[in-house]
């Protein structure tokens, strides 16, 4: 499995798989939920409707799958990340749940390439420094790793970016 970086817009990726930062109900948000939901269409609306019409609320930590719509990617990977609240175990716990189910559901689909946004870094005031550790850890500790060809972290901001750079030591 390759590690790559860019710092761009998730919804311009060409990959079999991107993950959106999503909220617990799966209808759209703002920032990059809501971005992956314009620029998707309304088949991202209907699949994520369906799902919550079959199972309900998405948990935080949990993730659900979708088509991409119009987006360059075959699927949308839905996650919800935890919102900060202070240095608590279960925060980072619940983060790492984010990216480790969204590989489980990436491999369960065939996804050989799978892009992931910094997910809880945003509204949801996650510390990006923590947050970027976490995502690399569990991405580089995951069981399966050698069934995804390629992970491509896509930092939206400066400061995101700068840290991932850091981090995985480029």
């Known amino acids: 499995m390759t590690i790559e970086l860019i710092k761009g817009d998730i919804t311009t990726i060409k990959a079999d798989a991107i993950v959106n930062a999503a909220n617990s109900s799966l209808l759209g948000g703002g920032g990059v939920d809501g971005a992956i939901h314009r620029k998707g269409g309304k088949a991202i609306l209907a699949a994520c409707v369906a799902i919550r019409n079959k199972q309900g609320q998405c948990k935080t930590g949990n993730a659900v799958i979708t088509t991409a719509g119009n987006l360059p990617a075959k699927y949308v990977i839905h996650t919800v990340g935890p919102v900060w609240t202070g240095e608590s175990e279960q925060n980072s716990a619940l ?9 489980i559901l990436a491999i369960e689909n065939d996804v050989k390439i799978i892009a992931f946004p910094n997910i809880s870094t945003g509204i949801y005031h996650f510390p990006k420094d923590k947050a970027a550790d976490i995502a690399i850890n569990t991405v580089n500790n995951f069981a399966q790793k050698e069934r995804i060809e390629k992970v491509i972290f896509v930092c939206f901001d400066e400061e995101n970016y700068d840290l991932y750079l850091q981090r995985l030591g480029r």
């Open 95 to 103: 983060l790492a749940d984010c990216y480790r189910n969204s590989l």
